[in-house]
């Protein structure tokens, strides 16, 4: 059993943990580099981590990883052997199950008998995984891993949901903050690009006499065909008529 100055110990980390936490702000930083501080928050709030790794998943029903980091190179590994190679291992199983997974002795872990063996063989023994949950839905999951075996007791598992609580929130706000952003991009993109497919569905209206509608499709058909974008069919419309119509121009007296 952890004494008094341990346990005393621990939970000052953890509280110091769940501040950085709410001190965290996603706006000044990439999805990416969100997950990354909340690696490294982990690390010092679970007693017993070596290194955590954190995953965000796509919405239900997709749940494959849409964003994560690691605290350190192996961990990135080891989360690239459990998403990408194996799509097996503990933080997969604590998604499903929705709750802490532990496993003392990877190498011999039955539980997933890829994963485990293959981990062991990179010097880490031990994990803890814990679902990322908001309002009942799971976001993510954190795995917590030690290179040495029997390395997560019942009061990691019991830090390790303290912190996962608002872990969940921050990372979920991250996510929801990064969409927005992509989103707000997508806008500002579409209401530069308006005014110059506009152009173009007005020069081929005046040309064949066409509807916008009809104008419209036959830029997309020229887009589809050529492979090129939309907006790049449409702009090259139009500078085609702004030299034909500098062409038409006679140059003006002493030019």
Known sequence: MAGFDQIGADDANLRAGIGDL???VAGSRSL?????EV????VRAIPGADGVGVAL???APDDTVEASSASAAVVEEIERIQYVILREGPALSAVRERRPVRSDSLGGEQRWPRFGPRVGRLGVHSVLALPLVVADQVVGAISVYANGKDAFGERA???GELFARPAAVA????????????LTARLQAALLTRPVIDQAVGLIRGR???SA???LSHLRAISQAEHRKLVDVAQSLVDEAVRRARARTPAGPGV
């Open 213 to 215: 509608e009809e104008a």
């Open 171 to 182: 990372v979920h706000n991250a996510q929801v903050l990064a969409h927005a952003q992509v």
């Open 208 to 210: 064949t006499g066409r």
């Open 39 to 42: 690696a490294g928050f982990a």
């Open 157 to 159: 598992v019991e830090l």
């Open 32 to 36: 990416s580099e969100s997950l990354a």
């Open 22 to 24: 709410a001190g965290l």
């Open 57 to 59: 998943f796509r919405p």
